[in-house]
């Protein structure tokens, strides 16, 4: 197996992603268009799919300050976060988290372990992005079975897909008054004949943080990384290229006393070649290797648990031209090799296991009519997962999971665009929750796998609309998703002690995996009025909201599921000014699952204003929860022993070079 992945490793020198799932091409120095590249490989138009595409750019990257992917798409409507640490909150979409939602770096995984545990970070930093994407629908069965919730990737250019004209780069620091955070972060792109070379790298300090009722104990985060990347081009529109990235991080778990010391070696290709035919267009390459470990650590310095995770990741797309009543299509194969392994205290809660897939998949677009477009995607993949349960007896699985999903987009009028998908997609069970076998004391809890669960099936409902008048623009999407098999952490209210004997005492609460029937439904929305122009500048209120209700066969709710949102903002945008203002109310979570507790409400008030005072630069204001609210996270495992953070202004400077 040493073989294949350094022969894969080496492979991955010459490959890379689609030209879909990159960001766009520079339209002039410190300059990149805004497009949404991850959605379809057919078109970089953000209304090019049946469902909605949620993103955020440059700017509220800065302004949310936080570490990690979730912080920075917190206004998302749909979208919320798991908020167990600083440094480890991963994204959650319509109340889909860990192995339903995948985690990417243009288009290539994250490879790290933040599905073995709610206190393992995600080796991302959004100070590295120039934008992140959140895709949902039929798109998503181009990336990989473990993406039923949705997709979320990271866009940094760190292996150049263009040939800039001239030498271009961004400089930036952040100081946050909340836990003293300071944070830089520099990039930079420039050609030297048919070679484009990246570069960026950042670092972040912030200690503890404070609540409304105080300091939040061992809440620190300590994050730096960096990337070097270049690309060769030749002939029309073909190019390959490289980049080495690392990230090493530091954090507390504030729930616990323990600390977690990240470190992540990974080596990304992309590439394209041109096919130069009208049948075969560009094919498109995408390779990561990784090798990642992390050491949970006590407050003396010594080591409890270290867990390590080596896995590689290819994927090859080749578009295809127009075939009978076929417009565009795309078709793809993908191949991923995951070795995880853990050494110390907590090493016989997982095993060591090993998790291989292989898979096919199709994306095509057909004109039914000069307003109504149908969109087919399909997937089937061959997973084999190895690993240890509690039985002690090796196991081999194997599954079979085949997706497939169809959107119909219909353009009602100029200004109005409606879409519908159907999707069946499947998913087979992941390591942990197959052969889970004992404690881990980052989550406090005593986990058993079940090496019997089934494929799990999601069949699902959307419809979805976008209204532009101008003045007025709106999107929204109401959906359902009715499970076969969900597999889920069930707590049953018992205690465990570390050697798993439950019922007579213990610190380690009993969490088994199970299946059972899910009904997940919600909706979601965003709409836009510009009030009033003057000169260069317009005043523009939004309202924007959304719900999940998530129940299972039989009765009960599934567990840690966030509340309805709704809230509005109102923000004066002009050539040299922003100022700017959102309200977020988060309602009470009644419906909790079993052993859970009743999540409070509260109201979150964000402000921003930024200035222009020179070509290129920038300086801002932005305040987060500035009526110092208490706010706990119901989609959290440990949101009864924690708050999320207080009130806090952050003043951002920016520099485009």
């Known amino acids: 197996m040493r073989m294949i992945l350094l022969s894969a490793a080496s492979f991955a020198a010459l490959a890379t992603a689609a030209n879909a799932e990159v960001t766009a091409a520079v339209a002039s120095p410190g300059t990149i268009e805004t497009v949404v590249v991850t959605a379809s490989p057919l078109s970089q138009d953000a209304e090019g799919t049946a469902s909605i595409v949620g993103k955020v750019d440059r700017k509220d990257i800065l302004q949310s300050g936080g570490g990690n992917l979730a912080d920075a798409l917190e206004t998302i409507p749909g979208v919320t976060g798991s908020s167990f640490a600083s440094g480890a909150s991963r994204p959650i979409i319509r109340g889909f988290?860990?192995?339903?939602?995948?985690?990417?770096?243009?288009?290539?995984?994250?490879?790290?372990?933040?599905?073995?545990?709610?206190?393992?970070?995600?080796?991302?930093?959004?100070?590295?992005?120039?934008?992140?994407?959140?895709?949902?629908?039929?798109?998503?069965?181009?990336?990989g079975s473990q993406a039923i919730g949705g997709v979320v990737n990271a866009i940094n250019n760190r292996v150049p897909l263009t040939l800039p004209d001239s030498a271009f780069g961004e400089i930036s620091g952040v100081y946050g008054s909340n836990a003293g955070l300071g944070q830089v972060a520099v990039s930079g792109d420039a050609a030297l004949g048919d070679f484009a070379f990246h570069l960026d790298g950042f670092h972040r300090n912030a200690g503890n943080y404070d609540t409304p009722d105080g300091r939040q104990d061992n809440s620190f985060f300590h994050g730096n990384g960096f990337s070097l990347g270049s690309s060769y081009f030749f002939g029309d529109r073909s190019h390959v290229g490289l980049a080495l990235v690392q990230y090493d991080a530091k954090y507390g778990i504030p729930s616990d006393s323990t600390y977690i010391l990240m470190r992540q070696t990974k080596l990304l290709g992309r590439s394209s070649f041109d096919m130069g035919t009208d049948?075969?267009?560009?094919?498109?390459?995408?390779?990561?290797?990784?090798?990642?470990?992390?050491?949970?650590?006590?407050?003396?310095?010594?080591?409890?648990?270290?867990?390590?995770?080596?896995?590689l990741d290819v994927r090859a797309e080749q578009m295809v031209g127009a075939i009978g009543p076929f417009l565009a299509s795309a078709i793809g194969f993908q191949a991923q090799h995951r070795e995880y392994q853990a050494l110390g205290e907590d090493s016989s809660y997982l095993?060591?296991?090993?998790?291989?897939?292989?898979?096919?998949?199709?994306?095509?677009?057909?004109?039914?009519?000069?307003?109504?477009?149908?969109?087919?995607?399909?997937?089937?993949?061959?997973?084999?997962?190895t690993g240890t349960p509690a039985s002690d007896a090796y196991t081999i699985r194997k599954f079979i999971p085949l997706s497939g999903a169809a959107s119909l987009i219909y353009d009602a009028t100029e200004a109005l665009r409606l879409g519908l998908t159907f999707s069946s997609a499947a998913?087979?069970?992941?390591?942990?929750?197959?052969?889970?076998?004992?404690?881990?004391?980052?989550?406090?809890?005593?986990?058993?796998?079940?090496?019997?669960?089934?494929?799990?099936?999601?069949?699902?409902?959307?419809?979805t609309a976008r209204i532009d008048l101008g003045r007025f623009s709106f999107e929204g999407s109401l959906w359902s998703s009715w499970f076969d098999n969900y597999v889920y952490g069930s707590l049953s209210g018992r205690m465990c002690d570390d050697d798993g004997v439950c019922g007579a005492g213990g610190d380690l609460k009993e969490l088994n995996y199970v299946q059972s029937g899910a009904h997940f439904r919600g909706l979601e929305g965003k709409g836009s009025y510009r009030?009033?122009?003057?000169?260069?500048?317009?005043?523009t209120a939004t309202m924007q909201g959304d719900y999940v209700r998530a129940t299972l066969n039989g009765g009960g709710n599934v567990p840690r599921i966030p509340p309805y949102r709704i809230g509005g903002s109102l923000g004066w945008g002009s050539k040299n000014i922003d100022v700017g203002f959102l309200t977020l109310y988060a309602g009470k979570q009644n419906d909790f699952g079993r052993t859970d507790t009743p999540t409070p409400s509260y109201i979150e008030l964000n402000a921003h204003i930024s200035w222009r005072p020179l070509p290129g630069f920038e300086i801002s204001l932005a305040g987060h929860n500035l009526t110092d609210d208490v706010q706990r996270n119901a989609a959290s495992f440990n949101k009864d022993d924690i708050e999320l953070p207080g009130r806090d202004i952050r003043l951002v400077l920016r520099q485009s070079l």
């Open 351 to 385: 095993f060591p296991a090993n998790t291989t897939s292989f898979a096919g998949f199709l994306f095509t677009e057909a004109p039914l009519a000069d307003s109504l477009r149908l969109q087919l995607g399909g997937r089937i993949e061959h997973v084999r997962v």
């Open 531 to 539: 009030l009033f122009d003057i000169g260069s500048g317009s005043l």
């Open 97 to 143: 988290d860990s192995n339903r939602v995948r985690l990417m770096e243009d288009g290539i995984g994250a490879f790290d372990v933040s599905d073995v545990g709610p206190d393992h970070g995600v080796p991302i930093d959004p100070l590295s992005a120039q934008s992140i994407e959140v895709v949902r629908g039929a798109a998503t069965l181009r990336y």
């Open 427 to 463: 998913r087979a069970p992941a390591q942990t929750e197959l052969f889970a076998r004992g404690g881990h004391d980052g989550p406090g809890t005593f986990e058993t796998g079940d090496p019997r669960l089934k494929t799990e099936r999601a069949n699902s409902l959307e419809g």
């Open 279 to 311: 049948t075969f267009g560009a094919l498109n390459i995408d390779a990561g290797y990784a090798n990642y470990s992390h050491e949970e650590k006590n407050p003396d310095g010594s080591v409890n648990t270290t867990f390590k995770n080596r896995e």
